[in-house]
């Protein structure tokens, strides 16, 4: 048994010692004070052996200093070079970062505080590339989102220049529905840099939840009166407390995702109840639902779980993601749930003052 443990326990130490880098063997200290203190005395403890060396097989003390001197640097220098080498890292990797890579990372192998500097860099490197990738995302997708009215009514238009069309009410309503969709797009890039800037301030007061309700669900239908919506708010007279512009605006959107992926005929559900966090409101739809794996992107800017149905419904990706901002400045809670046998079950949650 003894042996078996002690086997073992020699097993982990070799694991450990084959990552250890050789060039920096002062890795495992964890203080830089204390590395610099090592340095110290093993360049001293190096030069009075050397010294002593020399004298001893009759040396010239005055080669033998020199000999311990040369000792002592080339021992200083090798390991100096392994206490700053994250720092030549970061240099080289802030030079990248310059030039638009920021794919580079630095070794965080140092328990010091250059090894924290390190893991921080590294951080700091992640969230600049996510940065960096969302920014890309976002004008590819402000690029195709604005094109695709643009070109249609530039269609459109050019089809009554030549007379190839008429100037008809089905030709004007559908470059009035482009239009629309336009003035939509550009409303949401508004209230979504508002919001992230922070520049939107909440006007919070105490309002009833119904009348918010019924407001949301009455400007849905005129746009989609072929989906039914129905409305529950359990007691009647519930009050939440936050932004009620705001909170509509959170209401409209989720009603809109509800609506365009429910089918025709079918109902939309909205609720709202006191809960132990405060007030809860939800939207139910009868669409196909959220994959799982997804649930965790719905809320990011242009994502559409189905990408193909949305573009022609004309959704561009960024309600769920204003939605998300608002609640988040209330201090409340936004996710969807899966609704049996189908469907999905938005739930937000408004916290008390």
Same mark, same amino acid.
């Given at each position: 048994m003894?042996?078996? #443990?002690?086997?073992?326990?020699?097993? @982990?130490? %070799? +694991?450990? &010692?084959?990552? @250890?880098? @050789?060039r920096r063997p002062l890795d495992p200290i964890p203080s830089i004070k204390?590395? &610099?203190?090592f340095v110290i005395a093993a360049a001293v403890a190096v030069t009075v052996f050397v010294f002593w060396i020399g004298v001893t097989i009759g040396v010239w003390p005055s080669i033998s200093g020199v000999l311990a001197a040369v000792a002592a640097m080339l021992l200083v220098f090798f390991l100096s070079r392994g206490m700053t080498r994250p720092l030549r +890292? *970061? /240099?080289?990797? =802030?030079?990248? *970062?310059a030039r638009g890579d920021y794919s580079?990372?630095?070794?965080t192998?140092?328990?010091? +505080? %250059?090894?924290? &500097?390190?893991?921080?860099f590294n951080e700091m490197a992640s969230e600049l590339a996510e940065?960096?990738?969302v920014r890309r995302d976002l004008v590819a997708n402000v690029s195709h989102e604005l094109r695709t009215p643009i070109t249609a009514l530039q269609v459109a238009l050019e089809n009554l220049v030549d007379g190839v069309a008429q100037a008809d009410p089905a030709t004007f309503k559908? *470059?009035? /529905?482009? %239009?629309?969709? #336009?003035?939509r797009l550009v409303q949401q890039l508004l209230d979504l840099s508002r919001l992230e800037a922070g520049v939107v301030p909440l006007v919070r007061e105490e309002f009833r939840v119904e009348p918010l309700l019924e407001h949301a669900v009455r400007e849905q239908q005129l746009h989609e009166p072929s989906v039914g919506v129905a409305v529950l708010v359990e007691p009647t007279d519930l009050t939440a407390d936050g932004d009620p512009e705001r909170v509509h605006q959170v209401v409209a959107n989720l009603l809109e995702n509800a609506v365009r992926f429910t089918p025709s005929g079918g109902t %939309? +559900?909205?609720? =709202?109840?006191?809960s132990d966090l405060g007030v809860t409101i939800e939207v139910l739809d009868e669409g196909p639902g959220i994959p799982e794996t997804e649930r965790a992107r719905v809320f990011e800017r242009f994502y559409r779980a189905d990408a193909a149905r949305a573009a022609t419904d004309g959704g561009a990706g960024l309600g769920l993601a204003i939605a998300r901002w608002i609640v988040d400045l209330h201090g409340g809670d936004i996710h969807p749930e899966r609704r049996e046998p189908h469907g999905c079950r938005m739930v937000v949650t408004l916290p008390r003052t």
């Open positions: 003894i042996r078996r #443990l002690f086997n073992r326990r020699l097993a @982990i130490d %070799v +694991e450990q &010692l084959r990552h @250890i880098d @050789i204390l590395k &610099l203190g +890292e *970061m /240099a080289a990797a =802030a030079d990248a *970062m580079r990372r630095v070794t192998t140092s328990h010091d +505080e %250059v090894g924290t &500097l390190a893991r921080a940065t960096d990738r559908t *470059m009035l /529905a482009q %239009v629309e969709r #336009l003035g %939309v +559900e909205v609720r =709202a109840r006191r």
